[in-house]
């Protein structure tokens, strides 16, 4: 039962480090559950930031950065 619950807890880690990445917290949470922690958290290293929007300048609506 404990190691059910260290299982359950790692994946939610990973999923919280992974709130801000390309597949959010529930795709990381879902990726350490099924498949292990540890592929989570390679997963998870491998994956890039999400991107953040472009703001619009407000007088001409060009992209900025």
Request: aromatic share 16%; charged share 15%.
């Amino acid at each position: 039962m404990v190691i059910i619950l260290v299982y359950i807890l790692l994946s939610f880690i990973i999923a919280l480090l992974g709130t801000n990445r390309k597949f959010g917290f529930w795709g990381y949470f879902f990726c350490s559950l099924f498949l292990s922690p540890f592929i989570g958290a390679l997963v998870l290293l491998g994956s890039d930031e999400r991107p953040k929007p472009l703001t619009r300048c407000p007088k001409c609506s060009t992209p900025l950065r």
